[in-house]
């Protein structure tokens, strides 16, 4: 099983930065995409930006220009830097991971969520 542990999140005012990272950790062979969700109250969670273990990026359109998602040199890190935040970016923010590893002798996929942290830009 991999864990995540996310961190970075905090209060920021409207137009500020921040940078959310995700670390994954336990049993694997290898990770797969890593992608970060978000979720506004009373809202569905909803993707916000992924990136493959090649190196494509795709962004939610309401975060284009202004939010970079990038792997860290461990394959098991990334990181979402976010600027020009708006009050609408206001969320928790969850990774998500897709990792393989063996069970029965056999390479399976998963994926694991974190815990999520919160986002919050005032006006």
């Known amino acids: 099983q991999v864990q995540l542990v996310e961190s970075g999140g905090g209060m920021v005012q409207t137009g500020g930065s921040l940078t959310v990272s995700c670390e994954a950790s336990g049993n694997f062979f290898s990770i797969g995409a890593m992608a970060w969700y978000r979720q506004a109250p009373g809202q569905q969670r909803e993707l916000v930006a992924v990136?493959?273990?090649?190196?494509?990026?795709t962004y939610a359109d309401s975060v284009k220009g202004r939010f970079t998602l990038s792997r860290g040199n461990i394959e098991n890190t990334v990181f979402l830097q976010m600027n020009s935040l708006k009050p609408e970016d206001t969320g928790v923010y969850y990774c998500?991971?897709?990792?393989?590893?063996?069970?029965?002798?056999?390479?399976?996929?998963?994926?694991?969520w974190g815990q999520g942290t919160q986002v919050t830009v005032s006006s």
């Open positions: 998500k991971v897709d990792y393989m590893r063996y069970l029965d002798r056999k390479l399976r996929s998963y994926d694991s």
């Open positions: 990136i493959t273990n090649e190196g494509s990026r």
